[in-house]
């Protein structure tokens, strides 16, 4: 079992930088990749990132490369989605996921297993 827990959310002005957090527990975290997705309102949810928390090794979405960057800390149990030069478009609420942690590494809501309940960001003109 995973429990996630987003933070960091907020109102930012275009060109704005904010950094989201997902805190993570559980005792088999190794086993997981920690993916970032957003959803705006009437839109499906999208992936925008994702890190193996065993090895590091990440993918980004189209729309955030460049601008974004997926970290861990393994200490702290933490995910970090860093975005920068953000855009109004950005506008979402962003979750965090743990799905698995062998193979490619996933990209799709159906892959992941367990989801933080969402932190709102919100990107003024």
């Known amino acids: 079992q995973v429990q996630l827990v987003e933070s960091g959310g907020g109102l930012v002005q275009a060109g704005g930088s904010l950094r989201v957090s997902c805190a993570a527990s559980g005792r088999t975290l190794n086993s997981y990749s920690m993916g970032w997705f957003r959803q705006a309102p009437g839109k499906e949810r999208e992936f925008v990132a994702v890190i193996s928390w065993s090895s590091g090794r990440t993918y980004y979405a189209d729309s955030g490369k460049g601008r974004s960057t997926i970290s861990r800390d393994n200490a702290k149990k933490t995910v970090y989605l860093q975005m920068n030069s953000l855009k109004p478009e950005d506008t979402a609420v962003y979750y965090c996921?743990?799905?698995?942690?062998?193979?490619?590494?996933?990209?799709?809501?159906?892959?992941?297993?367990?989801w933080g309940q969402g932190t709102q960001v919100t990107i003024s003109s």
């Open positions: 996921a743990a799905g698995r942690g062998w193979g490619p590494l996933p990209r799709t809501v159906s892959e992941y297993d367990y």
